[in-house]
């Protein structure tokens, strides 16, 4: 019996020893002895070995945002009123993570998580959470003649070349508002790289198109060749909820270059397809193939250009249309003035249509190209910066850089002609207020009291129609850009002045410079800002802003919308704002903006306010 | 034998014997039709169905079966036994199909629970609809009622010689009920049972006059042939090859019209006789006058034998009534 | 006996120090998943709308989580966004599922969530799905991916509930005891009207040595009535009881399991109205020749009115609608599931256990179409293994069966299923130094009767039933570059005769059978590159081109390509 009971207790041991895995849960013997091996290459992972290089990184984003909208418009509208928020129109989120993992040295997948709550008071029930960028995975296939670096998911940033995957960079821009992507930098750290290099720093988005899909590139490979795929949908293919939509619209393209030194010679592809609404459906869209190279001589210029040609097959008439495209930059780098001079040449076919480019694409009316492009795009004769460059036009522009003892000059001017006339109205930002006006008004077209506004991701334009009857030849465009920094110690703390600055005009006639008096003119816009920041401090900066616009039209070619008199539009604004290291990795930014608007000519076209932030980001 | 071997042996055996155990067929035939459904559609919900048929109602049917073949819908009355056949062909029926009340032969009662049945020619399968229909009232059908034996009545009359049965000597005409001889009344709740014995005269055995209470019966010469006489007739099984029932009109002159080739009952149960007044030729003229069919007084109807031979008949009669324009029944030949 | 108990006790202690290095805190695995695919008809089809293209990148992080040595929670969960949704749309946040176990008083395993199940193949089994019988691997990987989406694993049925298991060891008469017990929810609306339904049940086997062993199973599907108001109050429950054996007899095991099941039913008047009783058994013989052949013998016998929901319930679900390009041919119809579906479309897979027999395509299985627990089946099961070396493996199956009682006639259906595959590793036969694969199936499906009774009203005879299917599954995989392998595999189905399905109410009782008349073929071929970066990370692009011919309609033809790009990690 005592035998017995000793056996008894050590029979009652754990079944499982504690430190073992568990193995074959709830598993029963078969009755039938018969088994197979499973073969495959994607068996369960229970029991293997789990992932150990994951990061978590991210950044925390706390904000009050305050809007007091005292006038606006005829009054009627319901924002105008005070707002205060824990976002400022931009990106909800108040926690951004961001997974890494990598299983394998030449495998990696990331995706981001963001977090939001918007404080109503409501509790966690109207807590966000969701995903920006979504999901990608890398992957890196490398042989001894070619290296293949691909990611496939999305969102991902890529492009391949100006006239077929690009995104506009737009030089001349302001520091003092703050954007979602700002990475981490000391006080003034930005404010010193746009004096000292001319460039902010900014981020891997810069020119590229944002698709979701699958983008390779391929490099290393003999005789100094290096190519990219693409075949991925851009938000024009179908918009940027197309995963609804069943029927195929999707874009492919790619490049091959040789390079030889930093030079190189390539040609690229692009093509968005989809089909019109037939069964067994015509496949509708735009191809495009271009040249394009880069190349040094003299040992200080450089030539760098694109020629292309496009075919756009409409998805209503079927019908196609073909057109070419040029855009060729010469750069001395010294020897002509001392600093670099460029100049810009280029020439965009009306027929020419690519939603996906480095410029804008024509817009005749908002109704876009198969339904894409339309909305939210400037429509018309696009009055725009001078590296904004806009289909069915030609022309050129010539940038200088120069230095007069610590005073930076940034000049830039350029004119250009419409290739076709075609245009029925005028189109320009409204650079002062445009950020704040498009987290008012978020995506809208053709608002406002004379509907002529149109809202966009951060920025607004405006659209006024030409008189058809006295505009009857091609619109011609001139526009002038300056750009001046300037650094000076105060107290042996450094002090910035910057000042963007531009005015743009168009007219009947072609003009190197932009016209001054309204009977010459259509349109005239100038833009005026005034930045300066000073380092207070290791950890502070204090910022200021003026800003100023004015549009004028000129009576009997332009009116504001619905037959309102040409439009005589004042815009301002004065900010102030601090920035200031809290901690490492954590700043705090506070900003306040005044601003101002009205149309002497047009009595509801005006709004006035005020606009504070306070904003606590943190990177980890 | 090794004695190893016989556990294999005994598992072999037992493995055997279950093979050859066999069960019963599972499911339905496949030879046979299967039904989908079939039901009344007058009211999704209510399991009893009113129908006010005199108010225009009628009651609709669906169906469905696995293939086309003919198909039969039987509408049946619990209390009078009457029967309404609905008939086609193909693999369902909608709504197009439908009940107005009417009858195959026997009329249906007001008041009465009635039952719809689906079935083919050549299966045994059928399903009888899951509602039931209340009969709340019946069209009243267009004529002129001579004799129904329940609000009219009317005098009958019979030869001295009586059929027995059971000992019992039969009235040369007697009103009956459902109770008194478990055979169905095809109108109201009465039928007459005439009968009598045929000693060879080759007379009528009995008979009866029937009331004509819109006095006199007017018939439109224009068109005679639609004008008919209908009544219900049973024939008995022992009597019915026996029987033939002759009918005749008088017109206020005493001319008489009347149906001599007789009516003759082909196979018991009862049977619809409609007679076109096309058919009834004239056998009694004294005065010279040619019928009148406006003015016709007096009708009624007699009991014969066939043929005059020895016998006992025996019939039923019920519901005498004169339309115009269509006749109740089938045509009688 | 003092150094026995030390022994032991120091042994225990090694292997939890050992255990504790291996296992951290929170481990994490799991899968991330991108794929693109474009799917389109032929040209020549001028009908239909013809083209569809989607695609997704996911992330499925799994957590392992050890608190301490006597529990783990597990927990996967999903991020995942369409191809077309930007900034978020499209995008999910999901929770895959979740579940602890653990052992309690160092006696009792314990689970509770999410887990995977299975008992027998006649009481809780999953089994696998139709025209799967060793198909190539440029088809094989992609139905792997259907099996991880729909928690596939093997044989298991993945449920929600709870289970225990613990041993008792003896000293003598036999070495354990082994139980297990689990209750499991099927269905809860919570509508008021529709009972909650549970499924439960457990085993007791008795090890009488290592190779043999006695087993007792029960399992019940059941209602619960008081979850609903007393209005609605009906109860459901099928309940399965069987006890399985295997006794190792010198070099043959002898195995066989038998059972019964009952299916009843209380209506909401309280009436029962279903009182369906079944049985069933097998008996087989498995023995090993010279360590290379595996031979087993079996016959079994399952009565007509044997039902199982556990075990019979399949993996496919043969209502569903299929995901791409559902309308197809001049004739514009639906089209029913296909060979392409069983192996790239998720939405027609199964994961709940169904209280009534569920519908099956007859063209492909219609011998077993729900197991080894098809009911209305006698007959014997020959399978033979050949696992002798690394070079090629072989196996053959031939069950030759017959129904217990005839289906709407006296006569009874003979079936035939005869599957077969092989592999061959000519990289292995010959030393190559890249991989080399062929990879071959067989199977041959035959349902037949004969029939000599007429129909009434025509009088034509009725039609005997004669319908059979092929199936053959043909595939390669050469390695051409280091990690690249070029994949070819062709999947082809051809069917011709007639056959009769059966028609159930939900009590699976046979209300009518349907004739059913076949002709045609599906023909699936597949072209591949696939690039391996190891052996659970690769990036596939393939084409597929997909054939259905209906010789007795032409109009039902139609021809389906599709193209996409897959790439898989699993870590």
């Known amino acids: 019996m005592k035998r017995f009971l ?95 993992a990598r299983p394998t040295s030449t495998t990696s997948f990331r995706t981001d998580f963001y977090l939001y709550s918007p404080m109503r008071g409501a509790g966690y029930n109207e807590n966000e959470t969701g995903l920006q960028m979504g999901v990608n995975l890398d992957g890196q296939m490398n042989y001894d003649n070619a290296k293949i670096s691909f990611r496939l998911g999305g969102l991902q940033y890529t492009r391949l070349s100006k006239l077929t995957l690009w995104a506009s960079e737009n030089e001349g821009e302001s520091l003092f508002e703050r954007n979602t992507w700002d990475y981490f930098q000391t006080a003034a750290q930005n404010y010193e790289s746009y004096y000292a290099q001319g460039t902010i720093i900014r981020d891997f988005r810069w020119g590229n198109q944002f698709c979701q899909g699958l983008v390779a590139s391929i490099y290393d490979l003999p005789w100094g060749l290096e190519s990219r795929v693409i075949y991925a949908k851009t938000p024009n293919n179908g918009g940027q909820s197309s995963y609804l939509d069943t029927i195929p619209n999707i874009s492919y393209g790619g490049f091959i270059h040789k390079k030889f030194g930093q030079n190189y010679f390539g040609v690229n592809t692009f093509n968005s397809v989809s089909y019109d609404s037939v069964v067994n459906g015509n496949c509708i869209g735009y191809n495009i193939a271009t040249v394009d190279f880069s190349l040094d001589f003299l040992s200080d210029f450089n030539v760098k250009g694109e020629f292309g040609y496009g075919r756009y097959v409409d998805g209503e008439t079927l019908e196609k249309s073909f057109g070419e495209a040029m855009d060729v930059v010469f750069l001395s780098r010294q020897k002509l003035i001392g600093s670099p001079l460029k100049l810009h040449v280029y020439r965009l076919s009306p027929s020419f249509i690519n939603l996906d480019a480095g410029f804008n694409t024509y817009l005749k009316s908002t109704a876009g190209y198969n339904g894409e492009g339309g909305s939210s795009y400037p429509v018309g004769a696009n009055m725009s910066d001078v590296d904004y460059i806009n289909g069915n036009r030609q022309g050129l522009d010539l940038r200088a850089e120069m230095n007069f003892s610590g005073l930076k000059v940034n000049l830039a001017t350029g004119f250009s002609e419409e290739i076709d006339h075609q245009s029925t109205s005028v189109s320009f930002g409204h650079r002062i207020n445009g950020i704040m006006f498009a987290r008012v008004f978020a995506y809208q077209n053709y608002m406002g009291p004379y509907s002529a506004l149109t809202t966009n991701y951060r920025s607004y334009y405006e659209t006024n129609p030409l008189d058809t009857t006295a505009i009857t030849s091609k619109i011609r465009f001139a526009v002038t850009e300056w750009n001046l920094k300037y650094k000076f110690n105060i107290a042996n703390r450094p002090f910035y002045i910057f000042y963007l600055g531009s005015y743009s005009s168009c007219q009947d006639q072609l003009a190197v410079l932009p016209v001054l008096k309204m009977e010459k003119s259509y349109m005239r816009v100038q833009y005026h800002e005034l930045e300066t920041y000073y380092k207070l401090s290791e950890k502070m900066a204090v910022d200021a802003y003026f800003g100023l616009e004015n549009m004028k039209g000129s009576y009997g070619y332009t009116y504001a919308q619905n037959g309102a008199a040409p439009v005589l539009e004042f815009g301002k604004a004065i900010g102030l704002g601090l920035d200031f290291v809290l901690a490492p990795l954590t700043n705090l930014y506070v900003r306040t903006r005044w601003f101002d608007f009205e149309d002497k000519h047009n009595d509801m076209s005006h709004y006035r306010g005020f606009e504070g932030s306070l904003e606590l980001k943190a990177f980890f | 034998m090794n004695m190893r071997r016989l556990p294999f042996i005994g598992f072999i055996a037992s493995l055997l014997c279950m093979w050859s155990c066999s069960e019963e067929m599972v499911g339905p035939s496949i030879d046979g039709i299967t039904i989908d459904t079939f039901n009344i559609v007058n009211s999704a919900t209510a399991k009893m169905i009113d129908a006010d048929f005199a108010q225009g109602d009628s009651i609709h049917f669906i169906g469905s079966w696995e293939f086309d073949t003919k198909w039969t819908i039987t509408v049946k009355g619990q209390t009078s036994g009457a029967v309404r056949t609905l008939t086609g062909f193909g693999r369902s029926v909608d709504e197009s199909i439908a009940w107005d009340g009417s009858a195959d032969l026997i009329f249906f009662r007001e008041g009465e629970t009635c039952e719809a049945t689906l079935s083919f020619e050549s299966y045994d399968d059928y399903k009888v609809a899951d509602k039931f229909v209340h009969v709340v009232s019946l069209k009243p059908i267009d004529g002129i009622v001579l004799g129904d034996y329940d609000e009219i009545d009317a005098e009958g009359w019979g030869s001295t010689s009586r059929v027995v049965e059971d000992g019992v000597e039969l009235p040369a005409t007697q009103k009956r009920t459902f109770a008194d001889e478990g055979i169905l009344v095809p109108q109201g709740d009465n039928y007459l049972q005439i009968s009598g014995y045929e000693d060879g005269g080759k007379y009528y055995l009995s008979g009866n006059i029937l009331t004509i209470s819109e006095a006199p019966l007017k018939i439109d010469t224009k068109n005679i042939g639609s004008n008919y006489i209908n009544f219900f007739l049973y024939g008995y099984p022992n009597y019915y090859e026996n029987s033939t029932i002759y009918v005749m009109f008088s017109d206020k002159n005493g001319n008489k019209i009347g149906f001599n080739d007789r009516v003759k009952i082909t196979e018991p149960g009862w049977h619809g006789i409609s007679l076109s007044f096309s058919k009834l030729k004239e056998t009694e003229n004294e005065t010279g006058i040619p019928f009148d069919y406006s003015n016709i007084t007096e009708a009624g109807y007699s009991l014969f034998s066939v043929d005059g031979t020895e016998c006992a008949a025996k019939a039923a009669v019920d519901y005498f009534i004169v339309t115009t324009g269509k006749p109740l029944f089938n045509v009688y030949n | ?157 993945r449920n929600q509930g709870a289970d225990l298991a613990w041993r008792l060891g003896f000293d003598k008469g036999m070495e354990s005891i082994d139980f297990t017990t689990f209750a499991m929810r099927n269905r809860s609306l919570d509508d008021g009207k529709t009972p909650d339904r549970m499924q439960a049940g457990g085993n007791m086997q008795f090890n009488i040595t290592n190779h043999s062993n006695i087993g007792l199973n029960y399992i019940n599907l059941f209602d619960l009535p008081k979850t609903v108001s007393k209005t609605y109050y009906e109860k459901y429950s099928n309940g399965v009881g069987t006890s399985n054996f295997n006794f190792l007899l010198g070099h043959t095991t002898a195995f066989g399991e038998f059972g019964f099941s009952t299916i009843n039913y209380v209506d909401t008047s309280d009436t029962k109205t279903v009182n369906t009783k079944g049985n069933f058994f097998e008996l087989g013989l498995l023995h090993l020749i010279r360590q290379s052949f595996l031979v087993q013998a079996s016959f079994r016998r399952v009565n007509p009115n044997f039902f199982s929901a556990g075990a019979q319930s399949k993996r496919i679900n043969y209502t569903s609608d299929v995901n791409v390009l559902p309308v197809v041919g001049t004739n514009s119809y639906n089209r029913t599931i296909s060979l392409l579906d069983l192996i790239t479309d998720d939405a027609i897979y199964n994961q709940a256990i169904s209280y009534g027999l569920m519908d099956y395509e007859m063209i492909f299985n219609n011998v077993t179409p729900y197991g080894k627990a098809t009911p209305n089946r006698q007959g014997f099961d020959v399978h033979l293994i050949y696992v002798g070396d690394s070079t090629f493996t072989t196996e053959i199956e031939v069950q030759a069966l017959q129904d217990v009682a005839g289906q709407g006639s006296e006569k009874k259906k003979n079936y035939l299923l005869a599957q077969w595959s092989g592999d061959v590793y000519f990289d292995k036969i010959f030393g190559w130094s890249k991989s080399v694969s062929l990879t071959a199936g067989y199977q041959f499906a035959s349902a037949s009767r004969d029939e000599d009774r007429v129909y009434k009203m025509s009088k034509d005879l009725v039609k005997p039933v004669d319908l059979h299917s092929h199936t053959i599954d043909l595939g390669t ?52 590159l696939r690039y391996r970066f190891n052996d659970n990370i690769s990036l596939t692009m393939q084409y597929d081109r997909f054939t259905l011919k209906d010789k007795i309609d032409d109009g039902n033809s139609y021809k389906i390509n599709q193209a996409f790009l897959l790439f898989n990690i699993l870590f």
């Open chain 3, 477 to 528: 995989s050469v390695e051409v570059l280091n990690r690249v392998d070029v994949l070819l595999g062709t999947k082809i189905l051809l069917y011709k005769g007639t056959d009769y399905k059966a028609i159930l109410n939900g009590f699976n009782e046979t209300v009518k059978y349907k004739c059913e008349t076949y002709d045609g073929s599906q023909m699936l071929t597949a072209a591949g």
């Open chain 1, 6 to 100: 000793q056996l008894f207790c050590l029979s009652l041991l754990p079944i499982i020893a504690q430190a073992e895995p568990f193995a074959g849960d709830g598993e029963f013997r078969d009755t039938s002895a018969t088994h197979r091996q499973h073969k495959n290459l994607l068996g369960k992972y229970n029991g293997k070995q789990g992932l150990t290089n994951f990061g978590v990184t991210g950044n925390y984003r706390g904000m009050v945002y305050y809007r007091n909208m005292d006038e606006l418009f005829d009054g009627t509208y319901s924002q105008e009123k005070m707002l205060l928020s824990t976002n400022d129109g931009g990106r909800q989120s108040q926690l951004e993570l961001d997974v890494v």
């Open chain 3, 1 to 157: 006996m003092r150094k026995y108990y030390l022994f032991i006790g120091l042994v225990l202690l090694g292997l939890s120090v050992q255990a504790q290095k291996a296992n951290p805190k929170i481990q994490f695995n799991g899968v991330a998943r991108g794929d693109m695919s474009h799917n389109w008809l032929s040209s020549d089809d001028t009908v239909n709308a013809d083209q569809s293209l989607g695609g997704a990148a996911l992330v499925d992080l799994h957590l392992d989580i050890r608190p301490n040595d006597a529990v783990r929670i597990g927990t996967t969960l999903r991020v995942k966004n369409a191809i077309g949704g930007f900034w978020g749309q499209g995008a999910s946040l999901e929770l895959r599922e979740i579940s602890i176990k653990g052992v309690a008083a160092k006696r009792i395993k314990y689970r509770f969530g999410d887990i995977d199940s299975r008992m027998t193949p006649y009481t809780l089994w999953n089994n696998s799905g139709e025209c799967a019988n060793n198909e190539a691997d440029v088809f094989r990987f992609i139905r792997e991916i259907r099996h991880q989406e729909n928690f596939n694993y093997r044989n298991y049925w």
